[in-house]
């Protein structure tokens, strides 16, 4: 043998070959990814292949920052990086350094690019959504008239709501012009005042529906007055036109549910709206019942003649109170008075018998002053012709008549002569005597 090699050395020296390989080095392969794995570490591990080969790729996480897209099993992409030997399996693998989709995923990159474009003026915003009507009665649609969802839109709008008005504005929905088609369709519609539009077609391939990725149509939908449901191709298909419609819907059919409201439905919740209205009426009327009961006991009670017996009979008591302490006060006073009367009559039989006493004393004392008393002693008063007491001589005359009182009669005389006498000669006359 011409030597013998550790499997390392043969290993390393494959992956100097490898490396110095200007082509492998710098190269570009085509196929389909498979078994792809997103570590936590941030690299992607996954398989190129085609119909009769397989290599294994790995695109590490300084790298991954450059893809645009997310990697999927089944996808057709062109990865451009090195291939090289893992020296520790001794498999060639390819070290991917970019990655982009193949054939239509050239348009997915477009699709990407004008998404982003349009996101970021804020044309996919949520707050210039418009919420579409709960209870739409014209409807209009912008899709092929010849097409499976305008069937699927009028059969579930039909079975819905029998009554609804549905306008269709026929458009192209791909090829050649399709654009413009559809936004001269949404347009026409918006102009028309109606409830809701539908803008869409049936699935498809991103070929056909690139008409609804276009910018002019998602600028048409943005600008439209009246809210837009989007109803492009199958669930899992999206479009620039299904982020710049007020509503995605999956399909056309779901999209003709979320604009017609179901007519039955509402039949019954007119019905229960309309049991509910008339239990609320009855429990008012009841309540109001009560509440006019409640017033008209209260008015009565507050009204005029009510009041007015009632401050009669307030009156009538007031009264009768009155005349009850009117009578104990009677009593009390004629208690007080009888007291009083009996006092009185005390205090007066006992002043009457010291006025009786002092009488006495008095008459006693007068009937020692008595004329009467003094003329019985041998006096007597005499009296002039004017029936006046003459008690001085100045006033009598010579030939005077006078009348002489005594204790038992009277005299009539005649003056014969009167002479006037000092005190000390009256004294002595009357000591004589």
């Avoid at 390819?94 to 997915?108: F, K, N, P, Q, W």
């Avoid at 009565?300 to 009510?306: D, S, T």
């Avoid at 009083?340 to 007068?366: G, I, S, Y």
């Amino acid at each position: 043998m011409a030597g013998i090699y550790t499997v390392t050395q043969i290993n390393t020296y494959i992956k100097t070959l490898l490396n110095r390989d200007f082509v492998l080095s710098r190269i570009t392969v085509k196929g389909e990814v498979s078994n792809c794995k997103y570590h936590s570490s941030g690299h992607i591990y996954f398989t190129l292949k085609d119909a009769s080969a397989a290599i294994g790729c790995v695109m590490f996480a300084t790298q991954r920052q450059r893809l645009s897209f997310r990697l999927q099993d089944g996808q057709q992409i062109e990865a451009a990086g090195q291939i090289t030997l893992y020296e520790k399996s001794g498999s060639c693998q390819l070290y991917v350094r970019e990655c982009r989709l193949s054939g239509a995923g050239e348009l997915y990159e477009k699709f990407l690019r004008l998404k982003a474009e349009l996101e970021e003026m804020g044309m996919f915003d949520p707050c210039y959504k418009q919420p579409v009507p709960r209870y739409c009665r014209k409807i209009g649609i912008v899709t092929s008239p010849t097409g499976a969802a305008i069937q699927d839109i009028i059969r579930v709008s039909t079975q819905r709501n029998p009554y609804v008005e549905l306008i269709l504005c026929p458009a192209l929905v791909q090829g050649e012009g399709a654009k413009e088609s559809i936004v001269r369709g949404i347009e026409r519609l918006d102009a028309m005042g109606l409830d809701v539009l539908i803008v869409g077609r049936g699935g498809g391939s991103i070929e056909d529906l690139w008409a609804f990725n276009e910018e002019c149509v998602a600028r048409a939908i943005f600008n439209a007055r009246t809210p837009v449901i989007s109803a492009v191709g199958h669930e899992t298909d999206y479009t620039i036109a299904d982020f710049a419609a007020d509503v995605r819907a999956a399909t056309p059919s779901q999209a003709a549910e979320l604009a017609n409201f179901e007519y039955a439905a509402f039949e019954d919740e007119l019905e229960a709206y309309e049991n509910a209205i008339q239990r609320q009426l009855e429990q008012r009327l009841v309540i109001a019942g009560h509440r006019l009961a409640a017033l008209r006991e209260r008015l009565q009670r507050l009204a005029p003649m009510q009041v007015l017996d009632r401050r009669r009979e307030e009156l009538d008591r007031l009264e009768l109170r009155f005349r009850e302490l009117l009578e104990q006060r009677c009593e009390r006073l004629k208690e007080e008075t009888g007291k009083k009367k009996t006092e009185l009559d005390r205090q007066m039989e006992h002043r009457l018998t010291e006025c009786r006493h002092r009488l006495r004393l008095q008459a006693a004392r007068l009937d020692g002053f008595s004329p009467l008393k003094r003329i019985s002693g041998g006096y007597g008063y005499l009296v002039g012709e004017d029936g006046k007491q003459i008690d001085s001589v100045r006033r009598v005359h010579p030939g005077q008549e006078m009348t002489v009182y005594l204790h038992d009669g009277r005299i009539q005389s005649c003056i014969e002569s009167a002479e006037l006498l000092e005190q000390d000669n009256i004294c002595r006359e009357t000591e004589k005597k």
